[in-house]
């Protein structure tokens, strides 16, 4: 059974930096596509980044671009997202997921990954 698990949300002023962490565990994680999603209150879950494989490109939403960085490291089954610059709109309950290799197509749609962390709150204070 894959298992997804986050870590290391907070509150921070906006400026600051965070770093959130994902482990997947019960998968065949050096193929696995992996990505972070958030959620706003009242708003739909989005897109933030994903991954296809180590050393493919990291795919990145227009709004966090230059300020996240994804990384994942397949020795620990864990991927990372760096969060620097923090906005007050970067405010949300942020999501690892995971699921098999995925089609370029569908990396952006919540819909596609069948394995999904609990979440972490990120809280960007003004």
């Known amino acids: 059974q894959v298992q997804v698990a986050e870590s290391g949300g907070g509150m921070v002023p906006a400026g600051g930096s965070l770093r959130l962490s994902c482990k997947v565990s019960?998968?065949?994680?050096?193929?696995?596509?992996l990505a972070w999603f958030r959620q706003a209150p009242g708003k739909e879950r989005e897109f933030v980044t994903s991954?296809?494989?180590?050393?493919?490109?990291?795919y990145y939403a227009d709004s966090v671009k230059g300020r996240f960085t994804m990384s994942r490291n397949n020795a620990e089954n864990a991927m990372y997202l760096q969060m620097n610059s923090l906005k007050p709109e970067d405010t949300a309950v942020y999501y690892c997921?995971?699921?098999?290799?995925?089609?370029?197509?569908?990396?952006?749609?919540?819909?596609?990954?069948?394995?999904w962390g609990r979440g972490t709150q990120v809280t960007v204070s003004s």
């Open positions: 019960g998968s065949d994680f050096n193929t696995a596509t």
């Open positions: 991954n296809r494989r180590s050393g493919e490109t990291i």
């Open positions: 997921a995971a699921n098999r290799r995925l089609i370029l197509s569908s990396l952006r749609q919540p819909s596609q990954y069948a394995y």
